[in-house]
């Protein structure tokens, strides 16, 4: 029993015993008045004890919404979305947490820092304060079918980019400027990933190609690095394709910054990455490998080794530590020193640089969404509940 709860029995047990004693000396006023403090009492501990929380942690900062949480946005701040394009705005540093209705509900958002965010509409952009109200618009020729939005920023959030299977389109996150647009007739296949690279000077897209379609129609992995000129221009750098009479098809696409590495997921017979270069240099590909996570400076790679496997690796390649897990890895998050934060079902683990695994937590409420927060961070939702827990220090 902790100290805490131990604490709270003496008080219960001693209140009780008080109350029993002026009933005995006919004290009943003094007893009436304690018999209702004691019962204030339990019931605050009640509700405290019975509230909703993903954690026993004290430090967990919860929120309750009005409706289910449709989806998580992780990033410079946390956003909430309940049906009926309804957000909630939780800035993960300085900044108060803000509720608005759009109207009408965005095709996509993205998170900024501050409070802000970028929404994407059928034909425009809109870049919102710290209260949802619009700062400032920008138009944009949409496609034919407009569908399949998606909005990412470069690793310093000055820049943004408009994701469609048809063509990806950059602007400042300001939304003062547009810089270019890479059409789906210059990279030779539609979009499905998109990554972009720090000033919104460079692109890794990815998608596929319908090789045959009389024959059945396989399709064919496409994937390639492209840069900006200062007439806003794309110029492929390079690109990839793996070829055959089997499906083949991608899983995603993501980038390091600070150490300029480019990754691919991809699927053929079965499932692989690689890491390159942006000129092209293949620094690494490893067959098997699933699901690969880059450290925020580029030194360490978390991968997953089929369903039972957790493999940290440099960059190059070379192994540092492996761990069984007995459940599905949910989220993991390395450090550039080796060390990594692991959601395993429903139990977070800390692995040191050597593998040796230190706190845990369990969630005592399972989270039906879950993202990843800038300065350490972890968010979770589940019907009307969400949370905001640090990933930093002990657990």
């Given at each position: 029993m902790?100290a805490s709860?131990g604490?709270?029995?003496?008080f219960?047990?001693?209140?009780?015993?008080?109350?029993?004693?002026?009933a005995?000396?006919?004290?009943?006023?003094g007893?009436?008045?304690?018999?209702l403090a004691?019962?204030?009492?339990l019931a605050y501990e009640t509700?405290?004890?019975t509230?909703f929380?993903?954690?026993?942690?004290?430090?967990e900062?919860?929120?309750?919404?009005?409706s289910?949480?449709?989806?998580?946005?992780?990033g410079?701040?946390?956003?909430?979305?309940?049906?009926?394009?309804t957000?909630?705005?939780?800035p993960?540093?300085?900044g108060?947490?803000?509720?608005?209705?759009?109207?009408?509900?965005?095709?996509?958002?993205?998170?900024?820092s501050?409070?802000?965010?970028?929404?994407?509409y059928e034909?425009?952009l809109?870049?919102t304060?710290?209260?949802?109200?619009?700062?400032?618009?920008?138009?944009?020729e949409?496609?034919?079918?407009?569908?399949?939005?998606?909005?990412v920023?470069?690793?310093g959030?000055?820049?943004?980019a408009?994701?469609?299977?048809?063509?990806?389109?950059?602007?400042?996150?300001?939304?003062e400027?547009?810089?270019?647009?890479?059409r789906f007739e210059?990279?030779g296949?539609?979009?499905?990933?998109?990554?972009?690279g720090?000033?919104?000077?460079?692109?890794?897209?990815g998608?596929?190609y319908?090789?045959?379609?009389?024959?059945?129609?396989?399709?064919?992995?496409?994937?390639?690095w492209w840069?900006?000129?200062?007439?806003?221009?794309?110029?492929?750098?390079?690109?990839q394709?793996?070829?055959?009479?089997?499906?083949?098809?991608l899983r995603?696409?993501?980038l390091?910054?600070?150490?300029?590495?480019?990754?691919?997921?991809?699927?053929?017979?079965?499932?692989?990455?690689?890491?390159?270069?942006?000129?092209?240099?293949?620094l690494w590909?490893r067959?098997?490998?699933?699901?690969?996570?880059?450290?925020?400076?580029?030194?360490?790679?978390?991968w997953?080794?089929g369903?039972?496997?957790l493999?940290?690796?440099s960059a190059?390649?070379?192994e540092c530590?492996?761990?069984k897990?007995?459940?599905?890895?949910?989220m993991?998050?390395?450090?550039?020193?080796?060390?990594?934060?692991v959601?395993e079902?429903r139990?977070?683990?800390?692995?040191?640089p050597?593998?040796?695994?230190?706190?845990e937590?369990?969630l005592?409420?399972?989270?039906?969404?879950l993202?990843?927060g800038?300065g350490?961070?972890?968010?979770?939702a589940a019907g009307r509940?969400?949370?905001?827990?640090?990933?930093?220090?002990?657990?």
């Open positions: 902790s709860r604490l709270k029995k003496a219960l047990l001693g209140g009780l015993l008080a109350l029993a004693g002026l005995l000396a006919g004290q009943g006023a007893a009436a008045v304690l018999g004691l019962f204030a009492w509700l405290k004890r509230r929380r993903f954690t026993d942690r004290g430090r900062l919860g929120l309750a919404f009005d289910e949480v449709l989806d998580l946005h992780g410079a701040c946390g956003v909430f979305v309940e049906g009926g394009g957000v909630t705005v939780l993960l540093g300085p108060r947490t803000w509720r608005r209705t759009l109207k009408p509900p965005p095709m996509a958002l993205l998170p900024l501050g409070g802000h965010l970028i929404l994407a034909d425009r809109s870049l304060d710290k209260g949802g109200a619009e700062i400032r618009g920008l138009a944009f949409p496609p034919l079918l407009r569908q399949g939005y998606r909005l920023a470069d690793p959030g000055d820049w943004v408009l994701a469609t299977p048809w063509f990806v389109q950059v602007a400042d996150a300001g939304l400027r547009t810089a270019g647009r890479l210059d990279a296949h539609y979009f499905k990933y998109a990554a972009l720090p000033g919104g000077r460079g692109l890794l897209v998608g596929a319908l090789l045959d379609e009389e024959a059945g129609g396989s399709l064919e992995a496409r994937w390639g840069e900006r000129g200062d007439d806003a221009s794309w110029t492929r750098r390079w690109g394709a793996r070829e055959g009479y089997e499906n083949s098809q995603g696409v993501h390091c910054d600070d150490a300029g590495i480019l990754c691919t997921e991809l699927w053929r017979s079965g499932y692989a990455f690689e890491l390159r270069r942006p000129d092209g240099t293949l590909e067959p098997g490998g699933e699901r690969p996570v880059l450290s925020p400076g580029g030194a360490r790679l978390v997953e080794k369903q039972d496997c493999v940290m690796s190059d390649g070379t530590w492996q761990w897990p007995k459940e599905q890895i949910r993991k998050r390395p450090l550039d020193d080796g060390s990594c934060i959601l079902g139990c977070l683990r800390r692995f040191s050597a593998g040796v695994q230190g706190p937590t369990w005592k409420n399972d989270a039906a969404h993202a990843l800038a350490g961070s972890l968010l979770l509940h969400g949370a905001l827990l640090s990933l930093d220090g002990g657990f």
